[in-house]
């Protein structure tokens, strides 16, 4: 057959397609000014502007995620970036277009199979772990867990019993002394001064089961608040008042600072953490925990016979028993609630 002779009529193009190709360069928005998410609700994120943070009334602005970010998860604590309209006007939408680095995160999980990790708060200073000490009564589980998840995101813990009208709470506070986390007294009829040179000028979270009166602590602390107070139920258990996280300015007459209101959790599980993870939060046992055999638990006998830990002596031997405490409850799937 003869060879066909091809001429332009043979070149097809299609229209509206050029020739260059697609680039994967992104805006840089180095125009984006940086502030701290406060709020997050169903695809919707508010942020405080650093132009606004120290204002009596900081401007919240509303923002969505850009598209560029995809499916990043943005948390209340998070620093962004954003650009478009940030007046905060009523109806105006800004975009959510940077992400830092954070430097600490309070993660958890729903049960201790789970392996999906939700982030609770980011960038927090403090975790402050609100108990009540009767009505409901303590539950050191949870406490032991909320430590834990505390010092492997690390962030510093801080222990908060309320309802102390009820109950004597050095009992439940000498469970924790050996692990040097300071416990602070906020019962109702106590002053808040302790409790405020902790927090003053600081981003703190507060987290704790549903009755315990974290809702009535935040009011006292930011009157304005108005967040909801639910009465506790008759079976002990209170009533789930608080649905999203927000975070509260704290008034500037009493140093500033922001607190992270959380809502009540009934679960709090610690699937994504390991018994290295614990150990390596405190120095000391961290060190000794160097010479323990390869897949040690850190538990002692007879699970770790051979565990460097029990070397320790002294006050060291007194937090090997205080941390091994938190590896049980870490480890237990016994109901904490």
Known sequence: MPR?????????????????????????????????????????????????????????????RARELGRTPVEVGDRVGVVGDTSGREGTLARIVKLDERTSVLRRTADDTDSYERTVVANAELLLIVSAVADPPPRSGFVERSLVAAFVGGIEPV??????DLADPSVFAAEFADLDVPVVV????????????????????????????KSTLVNRLVPEADRATGEVSG????????????????????????????????????????PDDVIAAFEDLAAAAEDCPRGCTHLGPPADPECALDELTGAGARRVAAVRRLLEALHSNVDWE
């Open 4 to 64: 066909r002779h091809y001429d332009e009529s043979d070149v097809h193009v299609r229209p509206g397609k050029g020739s260059r190709p697609r680039t994967k360069k992104r805006p840089a928005h180095k125009d984006a000014l940086f502030g701290m998410v406060v709020t997050k609700d169903r695809g919707r994120w508010g942020v405080v502007l650093d132009r606004d943070r120290d204002a009596d009334d900081p401007v919240r602005v509303v923002c969505m």
């Open 159 to 164: 222990i908060v019993l309320t309802k102390s």
């Open 186 to 213: 906020c019962g109702v009829e106590d002053p808040l001064d302790p409790l405020l040179e902790r927090i003053s000028g600081r981003v703190s979270a507060l987290i704790g089961h549903s009755g315990v009166g």
């Open 235 to 274: 079976v002990g258990k209170g009533q789930h008042t608080s649905t999203q996280s927000v975070a509260l300015r704290l008034p500037r007459e009493t140093g500033g600072g922001w607190i992270i209101d959380t809502p009540g959790i009934r679960s709090f599980g610690l699937a994504h953490v390991s």
